[in-house]
């Protein structure tokens, strides 16, 4: 086939900065327009120095003009401005959002965690959720999702659809800094976070908790209630999600067992590892693999799953890409990586 | 009072260098014999350059002579050893072991954890738990608290005591390296752990978890169940602790902080933050301060509390030292910091 | 003696919390106003959390009034605020300035390095510079040095003084990234520094250049030269200076040896190690200390010499208080840490 | 053209893991055996949890039998362990060594700067070297540079063979810990090199010291002479060399500049940065670029040039892949990433 011409909105920023590390490796794909908010007018090496092969390219502005004639745009826009954007863009262009705008299918959800009106929903760009893939297919519109949501969903969805566990999740998940993008905040400086463990959004209310919840609710767990906290680590990439709930009566270590091996058996980007070995973060960086492990504990009576991946990869461009080869009839694993870069 | 004379056995190992660090700001105390295994024979500025004024001390071989004639002894070694060690120390000299030999009631708990025969039960040194500072006065052996147990301990302790939660208690907690102690791993290498999350001891295997459930009981909850996931961070230093339980019945979020405020107002290292914050590693690194936090999570009805201290320190050495204060009739807080240093 | 009154301007920054963490374990001392900018009236815990004991201190405005009736006032402001704030103050109070307004002699090199006028020249606070120590006793205006001049001076200065070396010095340091300070800068983010190097201010362009030639010349060498290279580590806290230069004719390995031993024999924060250690700024995170080891490269007759310090501590804040110390007349290391936190 | 099928001997090693890493995304490439020492027997997804689709390879020992029949052969052994491997492939095999065994072409280099006797010497595989592409054609030997030489020499070179500086040369480089391997050894824990910066081989004896004046010997300078520090940085991966050397009677800052842009104008894993930027690790990060930049500091007449690699893909398995290919006729760049993983 021809090569699609992609253009990506707000690529100074990570996301924006990790769709392009991938699109350049990607063997159907020419890239097209780059454009900024405050960043337009300098050149992308700038801000991302790695992109060697485009460091000489000057960003746009982020207008319809600029946008017009590509066949997918990516969009990595702060909250709130991608339904302005998208709407200036044909129905026959592919739009990948890599916001939040459009995640969520419950409205009260969205006001409730993120306050205003929501903007709508969009297929969501999470193939190995139940019947997803095929929902995914052909569609012009895609809501990629949130890092943690993706990783704490894969860690525990075999057990939730299997009924394996009581829906009462309990989700600790270490991030690296860039989840939070460039935000020039004072805690999110070097110098306060090398060295250093902390918390943020304790208490349930995060908003990755809602769209954890839906996406257990879409495995078959009807009143799945999640809590939900994040710990800052003192990396720059990488989710390590430690995932746990009630083991259901009946259930045991063998049928999870089971139930993840059945789940993930054909899945090419969710790796369950060997009986015995826990995931690493570093294992999936830079890749759009997820490592998974997961243990009964008798004593206590719960399911310990522990899920690790590249909150910017698997996390966010990754999964748009990916998504991307499924709405466009591409093979799904077309252009992205699955061997992580260690040590 | 004239000086006490102490002794460091194992004091090439982390948690004897942070013995000898806290010691030095100590005003009651002459440092006296440093002995080590395989090191004994080297200076200990080979192996702690930080120690400067001690830089130049041999260390000798861990022999009763060499450890006679001391008033308190600091033990700091591996797993077993210490039995031995302190069979042949008078009962007049005061014991501080470091390791986890002693720390344990139950036999039943060692044997299912630690394998092998109990050694014996010495006073726990954990003043903030409810009674065991008065336990401690006199006493001439204390068994120090490992590192999780005390963060994860004081985080939940006071809503625990007050019967606040329902004990089924989910720990997640990130740990710097230094935890592991020197033991050369290929897993704690550098290169391994730097930009890395990782878990271990999943399931309820670590040997920390009778530990944390021992304390609970003396708490009040007999019937105490933790689940417990310890996250190797990439930090030298600090343990953050999250710790979340089901809200009891009638319960609510001014209870819980009521109780917090009451338990820890007069606890000279156990520091509530003020609403709205959440401790950090950093603020307690290298002090013996837990800085604590808690939120009531009403979407689904648990508590979630966070701790942070000092693995080494408050998790270590310094609590072993507060416990030495207490068991000497010294004031409590003597030589040991509360300020951490950070950034 | 009375307890000194002091106040901090700047207390919100990296340089004031230092100088606070300092002053809380000096025994000398009242901690009295703690003055910000932007940050004035926000409580200094929710800026330096680890000031346990002083975080419910409110900040206040930066004025005459509130630094008036105290007897020391430190300063950590903007590069050239600290004149006008000086001026405000009596010439009895004593006023360390953390900032470069006070530091360079020679009007030339301010305006070809800073630019604008030169604001004049304060005693500056580096004790170990040959005749300096004398020069401070009494004085009520100091000027800290730079945190890069303070270890490279260090490092070379014995063989400098002796003409032991030809001062034609290449400096290359590894800087942790809290030397920049607070500022919200894209390439101080964590995402940005943490697992990456990098150099900045290359050429004889960074502002501490002129500063450590001046020092090279008060220790004898009239016409030194200094290439001065910068290097950002992913760390928090430290320096770690490679400072080398050609062999001065006759010189060899042991006159170089002899003349670091003299040279910092009574030394009490400059602590040479032993011929085949090397320095690391662990060992000296926190203190007041400054680790240095040299050795002759007689393949390319070269003097290699290589210095540590926390940038923060020795390199700001400690020899600020060191300084304050020799001009009270107090003795010169109270209140000084000397043993770093590590590991 | 068919497969190439390529062995691995020291696959567990991290040398063994990066060509490991690069050769799954090489095109003209089947792995066959992977071997280890001590490690054989052991699958290696244990080691490289990262190289996914071989995790559940098994490692086999390194024997003649078990490295027959593969076209090419990388070899990541300890010192002097290649020689005896490869006198047993035969010649038509290319067997590339990523140790130090046949890099150097002096024996009494040999032997000053390792011991023992010289092994020989074969093809160096730094294809940016003068005249070097074309001496690699066709070889079926290739000693593979080392990291701190390959980084030093690149930034230099063009200064050095236009004669625009004199030849003596002072580099200072930072470093990640994974040069060091994965040696078992104190200093290398993460508790003691995260936070911390360190030196090692101070003063003439880092045995990369003559590798570096070879290739400026080859690159025209007769009697180049190098200072060489390294210095462990707090990271994984990557290496900032910052060089510099007084600049050569009648050069400029133009001349340099224009001899750095002939120089690296077609070289495809070169890259000269535009003018201001400088280079940093993670720009290059798992990627076969160098990134170089220079500058003239006037007021010491010296050339300060820095360049940053990645010192396991272009200091180790990348530059020995390039290597390869350019021996085999393959596309030089064949397979080889020039994007790095940042941030």
Not at 59 to 76: I, M, R
Not at 212 to 235: C, K, W, Y
Request: proline fraction near 7%; aromatic fraction near 4%; glycine fraction near 12%.
């Amino acid at each position: 086939m021809a090569s699609l011409k992609i253009a990506v909105a707000g690529a100074s920023g990570y996301a924006g900065g990790e769709v392009l590390r991938l699109l350049l490796a990607h063997p159907e794909v020419e890239i097209g327009a780059l454009t900024a908010g405050s960043n337009a007018g300098s050149a992308l090496g700038t801000h991302h120095p790695h992109l060697t092969p485009l460091a000489g390219r000057v960003l746009s502005d982020t207008t319809p003009e600029v946008l017009a004639g590509h066949d997918v745009v990516f969009l990595g826009l702060p909250h709130g401005a991608s339904a302005v954007v998208a709407a200036e863009l044909g129905d026959d262009v592919l739009v990948v959002d890599c916001g939040a705008d459009f995640r969520l299918s419950d409205p009260a959800d969205w006001t409730a965690f993120y306050g205003g009106e929501h903007a709508g929903t969009w297929p969501y760009g999470l193939p190995e959720l139940p019947g997803q893939r095929d929902r995914l297919v052909g569609t012009r519109r895609i809501a990629a999702p949130g890092c943690f949501p993706t990783v704490s969903t894969l860690s525990i969805l075999p057990a939730v659809a299997e009924g394996l566990v009581e829906p009462e999740v309990v989700v600790v998940a270490a991030t690296g800094t860039s989840g939070a993008g460039k935000s020039l905040k004072p805690h999110l400086l070097g110098s306060e976070v090398m060295g250093q463990a902390s918390v943020y959004g304790v208490g349930g209310v995060h908003r990755h908790t809602p769209e954890i919840e839906q996406n257990l609710r879409l495995a078959g767990a009807a009143d799945a209630r999640v809590s939900f906290t994040p710990v800052l680590a003192p990396m720059s990439r990488g989710i390590l999600a430690t995932v746990s709930a009630p083991l259901a009566a009946g259930a045991d270590g063998d049928a999870v067992r089971a139930a993840y091996e059945k789940a993930y058996a054909d899945e090419p980007f969710v790796h369950l590892l060997p009986e015995g070995q826990w995931p690493q973060t570093k294992a999936v960086l830079g890749s759009n693999c997820v490592h998974v492990q997961v243990a009964v504990d008798s004593r206590v009576s719960r399911v310990v799953a522990v899920g690790a991946i590249d909150n910017l990869t698997k996390g966010t461009a990754g999964t748009a890409i990916q998504s991307m080869n499924v709405a466009l009839g591409l093979p799904e694993t077309l252009g992205l990586p699955v061997v992580g870069v260690a040590p």
